[in-house]
Nanobody, 127 residues
Framework: QVQVAESGGGSVQAGGSLTLSCTPSSSADSSGGMGWFRQAPGKKREGVAAIDNNGRIVYEDSVKGRFTISKDNAKNTLYLQMNSLKPEDTATYYC?????????????????????WGQGTQVTVSS
């Protein structure tokens, strides 16, 4: 069952920017936290960023300083602003609503889970 809808992916050149959006469905439980993870073909799932219900944020090391996660509570929409994109950022990006308390837990749960909350959005960065 699709619980979130991701959008905003695309193809950009290295150094470019994209902003991803995620809107949970009415049946999704985002009371714990929300976040982004990605998966490239042949590679393991990788947590990218997460925000918990207290607004605490955590990033995966390789995106620190380049990506910004934010949530608009009024719109119940999660965003991922991605700047200075690199070819190694190429992947399908997914949004998740894991059951978690802290942002670090949220990131870990998404990384270790087999759940795909949504269908993902493709990000392709060319050199």
């Amino acid at each position: 069952q699709v619980q979130v809808a991701e959008s905003g992916g695309g193809s950009v050149q290295a150094g470019g920017s994209l902003t991803l959006s995620c809107t949970p469905s009415s049946s999704a439980d985002s009371s714990g936290g929300m976040g982004w993870f990605r998966q490239a073909p042949g590679k393991k799932r990788e947590g990218v960023a997460a925000i918990d219900n207290n607004g605490r944020i955590v990033y995966e090391d390789s995106v620190k300083g380049r990506f910004t996660i934010s949530k608009d509570n009024a719109k119940n929409t999660l965003y991922l602003q991605m700047n200075s994109l690199k070819p190694e950022d190429t992947a399908t990006y997914y949004c998740g609503t894991p059951i978690c308390v802290t942002a670090i837990q949220c990131l870990r749960v998404m990384t270790e889970s087999h759940i795909n909350w949504g269908q993902g959005t493709q990000v392709t960065v060319s050199s």
